[in-house]
C-alpha cells in the first residue's frame, strides 16, 4: 500500500474528508452513517460500513484505492469476497466497476484535503528522527501521557511474545525461558546476541546440576563461550577452569560456540564480558531456581535484591583472565541492575500474567518500571529535549516504543499524535 492509498484509508476511517453534498459517480447523494471497521487482514478495506446511497441504507463493506482501475488490476472482479462491497472510495475515477456476479459497484470520489497532504507529507518524509518534534509542544499533556501509557504496554506485550517463542521452544518450562532472557540481558545491548547464543547452547538443566559449585558453573560458561582456549593464559584459575570444563564437556557432550566474538571497544572494565560472564554465573549458582523466586516477591526493593550478588573471589582482583587487578566487588551497578528489571523481570512477570490470565503478575511488571528510574539513552534525550517529561521507566518504554515502532517506521497516520496534527488541519478548516 502506498503512502497515498495509506492516507486515504485514514481520511475515511476518521471522516475527516468534506462530508458535505457527496456523491456517487453517477450523481446519487451519499451519507456516511459509519465508516466501517478497518481491517488489517485480507479481504475489504473496511467491514461492517453503514452507507445511504440515495434514499437507500446499505450495510457491508467498503475498499478503499487511489484509481478505480485498481479494482480489476487486484482481481477484485473475480473474488466472491468482494461481492459484499456497497461502495468503492477512490480518489480517481476512471471506469465503472463491477464485482463477481457482474454488478456494479457504486464508487464515490474523496479528495484529500491540501493540508492534510501536506502534513502527511512533513510527518512521512521528514529526515528529522522525531517528524513531530516542532509540534509536541502544542500536544495535550493529558493526550500525550495516555498515549505513552498505550505505548508501554504495547512494548510489554511485544516483548510478551519474545518470551512466548522461548516458551514454545522450551517445552513451556519458564525456568529455561528465563534463563535465556536474563542471560541476553546481561549483554547490556554490546553482546546481548552473543550471550543470548550462549545461553542456549548450554541447558539450564545442564548448570542446575551443578548449582551447588560455583567453580563448575563458571567453568560450564566461560567454556562454552570459547574463553578458555587460549593456552598462553599463564594463571592457575584459568588452567582448573579449562581442566574442569574439559570433563563437562565430555560429560554433557557440549560443543563450545565458535567464531562467537564478545566485544568490549569502549567499554568500562566493569563491563567486560568476562566480568559479566563471572556475575551471571554467581546469579545463577547463588539463586537456584530465580524465577520463581521472582514470582514469590511481592516488593520491588525485594526483587531487585535477589540481583545483588557479587562475582567469585577470583574476580575480584581481575577484569579478565591473567591480569591482576586492585581488588574491587563486582556486583551489577545500579544501572545495570534497572536495566535487568526493566529489560527481564517485567517483562517476564508481564507474560506470565497474561498466560496464566493472573492480572497481579501484569500489575507487578508495571509497578516494577514505574518504580525504576528513567533510563538515559539518545531516544529519550531526543524526546527530553523537545519538552516531553519523563518519570520513571515506565515512560521511557513507552518513548522507545514510540520511535521504533512509529517515528522509525513513519506510522504517523497511526500514532494518536500524528492524528492529532492531522485532524486539528481539519478542525480548523471547519
Known amino acids: 500500500m502506498t503512502h497515498r492509498e495509506e492516507l486515504l484509508h485514514y481520511i475515511w476511517k476518521f471522516r ?24 488489517t487482514d485480507a479481504g475489504p478495506d473496511f467491514f461492517n460500513a453503514k452507507i445511504k446511497i440515495g434514499d437507500k441504507m446499505w450495510a457491508g ?49 474523496v479528495a484529500v484535503p491540501d493540508k492534510i497532504q501536506q502534513n502527511a507529507d512533513y510527518l512521512l518524509f521528514s529526515d528529522a528522527s522525531v517528524p513531530c518534534r516542532s509540534h509536541l509542544k502544542d500536544i495535550p499533556k493529558g493526550l500525550l501521557r495516555s498515549w505513552m501509557n498505550v505505548l508501554a504496554v504495547e512494548r510489554l506485550e511485544r516483548k510478551t511474545q519474545d518470551i512466548f517463542a522461548h516458551l514454545a521452544r522450551f517445552n513451556n518450562s519458564w525456568d529455561d525461558a528465563f534463563y535465556v532472557l536474563l542471560a541476553r540481558n546481561f549483554g547490556f545491548g554490546l553482546n546481548s546476541d552473543e550471550f543470548e547464543r550462549l545461553a542456549l547452547s548450554l541447558p539450564f538443566s545442564y548448570i542446575s546440576k551443578h548449582a551447588d559449585n560455583l567453580f563448575q558453573v563458571e567453568a560450564l560458561l566461560f567454556g562454552q563461550a570459547g574463553m578458555l582456549e587460549d593456552d598462553k593464559t599463564s594463571d592457575d584459575y584459568y588452567f582448573q577452569l579449562q581442566k574442569e570444563y574439559e570433563f563437562l564437556k565430555k560429560k554433557f557432550m557440549l560443543k563450545p560456540l565458535a567464531n562467537i566474538l564478545f566485544k568490549s571497544l569502549r567499554t568500562r572494565p566493569q563491563g567486560f ?158
Open 273 to 430: 564480558p568476562q566480568v559479566r560472564i563471572a556475575e551471571f554465573a554467581a546469579l545463577i549458582q547463588h539463586s537456584g531456581r530465580l524465577f520463581s523466586a521472582i514470582l514469590e516477591k511481592e516488593d520491588y526493593k525485594q526483587i531487585r535484591l535477589l540481583f545483588h550478588v557479587n562475582a567469585s573471589e577470583y574476580w575480584q582482583t581481575h577484569y579478565s583472565f591473567g591480569k591482576e587487578s586492585k581488588k574491587v566487588s563486582k556486583y551489577l551497578g545500579d544501572t545495570a541492575l534497572d536495566t535487568i528489571l526493566i529489560n527481564t523481570v517485567a517483562p517476564i512477570l508481564f507474560a506470565y500474567g497474561k498466560k496464566n490470565s493472573i492480572e497481579k503478575y501484569a500489575d507487578r511488571a508495571i509497578h516494577i518500571l514505574e518504580s525504576v528510574k528513567p533510563e538515559r539513552n539518545s531516544i529519550v534525550l531526543d524526546f527530553r529535549a523537545v519538552g516531553v517529561e519523563v518519570q520513571h521507566a515506565f515512560d521511557t518504554q513507552a518513548l522507545i516504543q514510540l520511535k521504533k515502532e512509529y517515528c522509525n517506521k513513519r506510522k504517523c497516520l497511526y500514532c494518536r499524535v500524528g492524528h492529532t496534527i492531522l485532524a486539528a488541519t481539519v478542525s480548523n478548516r471547519r
Open 61 to 109: 463493506n467498503v475498499e478503499i484505492h487511489r484509481v478505480s482501475d485498481e479494482w480489476n488490476r487486484h482481481g477484485h472482479h473475480k473474488d466472491k469476497a468482494y461481492n459484499s462491497v456497497i461502495l468503492h472510495v477512490v480518489e480517481t475515477a476512471k471506469a465503472e466497476i463491477y464485482n463477481e456476479k457482474r454488478q456494479k459497484v457504486p464508487q464515490l470520489i
Open 16 to 39: 475527516l474528508f468534506a462530508n458535505e453534498n457527496l456523491q456517487t459517480t453517477d450523481g446519487q447523494p451519499v451519507e456516511v452513517i459509519d465508516p466501517g471497521i478497518s481491517n
